[in-house]
């Protein structure tokens, strides 16, 4: 079997991507696999560093916001849309794939595109409640249209054919166990607070964050562990102009990244983060209580959708950024462990969510659509 990924710009749309092609791979030793990114692109350091065959297309995505640069880069993109078609066909015929699997991104666009117009048969994966504008136009002609969130289906195009399958989920992350997890950690019998802004870090969750330790840290109630971020270096100074003392207080546990992510999951008792569509189907593969912090700055918004997919289930909490302040964290976090119940009912919600055999779901269709059109 041969079969062509196509996805990238975010890790958001990579990794999906990969954990599909390495289920595939363990399942078929001797599939082909070939993946198409952006030149440039994260993709084209990650997909050789994860043992696929790598090859790249000149793209580039448009620029929403209206200036006279924007204005210039949306010009390249237009030409490059053209040229990217010619490349992904040329590529395309030289592999002839049994399939393709897209996974978003612009980048997809020409690739899976292309790959349909030569009469291959192909497959899309969305990971978020609201799909981007890749593969909501991929979406009327793909064989099938998988979903990770069934929220997604209503904002495509009726002909498309759905699919639930979940997001891909690291099986470290499902594996991992809460009390060999916490005696890992050293952590005692308090509760944890587990807080990230991703791996370059947020200004607003960083300063919201602070304030929560600085108020936390009177009466030490809570262990905490807080990722800020590539860009957060700043962030020990900000504690120590606030006036704590992390020397004091040992269960403040503060990092630029966080490595043992299954680990720290899985110890904690209320997760406080953006609202990726990867973080989400993790929080959910563990069940943990949250308080979700929308990006605003994320192409349509699309990570309010993801965070009101679960609040809408009872699953989790929000704070939108526009209220983000440290004392609106303080006393959410106070609402939500003065009623332990709370905490409680979101975490078997974020539970009841869950779809753990994202992977084992995604191969069958795979295989599926292949036996069809054979």
Known sequence: MKVLFAGGGTAGHINPA???AGYLREKEPDAQILYIGAKGGMEERLVP?????FQSITISGFQRKLSWKNIKKNAKTVVHVFTASHEAHKIIKEFRP???VGTGGYVAGPVIREAMKMGI??????QKAYPGVTNKMLSKHANKTMLAVADAQKYLDPAAKCVLTGNPVRQAVIRAQRAESRKALGLDERPLILSFG????ARKINEAVADLLVDSAKTDRFQHIHGYGQWGGWFPDLLKEKGLNLSEHPNIDIKEYIN??????????????RAGAIS???LQAQGRASILIPSPNVAENHQYHNAMAMVNRNAAAIIEEKDLSGAALCKKVEELFKKPETISSLAENARKMAILDANMRIYKIIKEVLADVL
């Open 280 to 282: 989400l189907s993790e």
């Open 260 to 273: 043992n992510m299954p680990e720290c999951l899985a110890a904690a008792d209320l997760v406080i983060c």
């Open 121 to 126: 048969p192909a497959v899309i994966h969305e």
């Open 49 to 53: 560093a994860a043992g696929f065959t």
């Open 18 to 20: 990969l954990a599909i």
């Open 98 to 100: 049994d399939i393709c």
């Open 198 to 201: 991703g791996s370059l870090g």
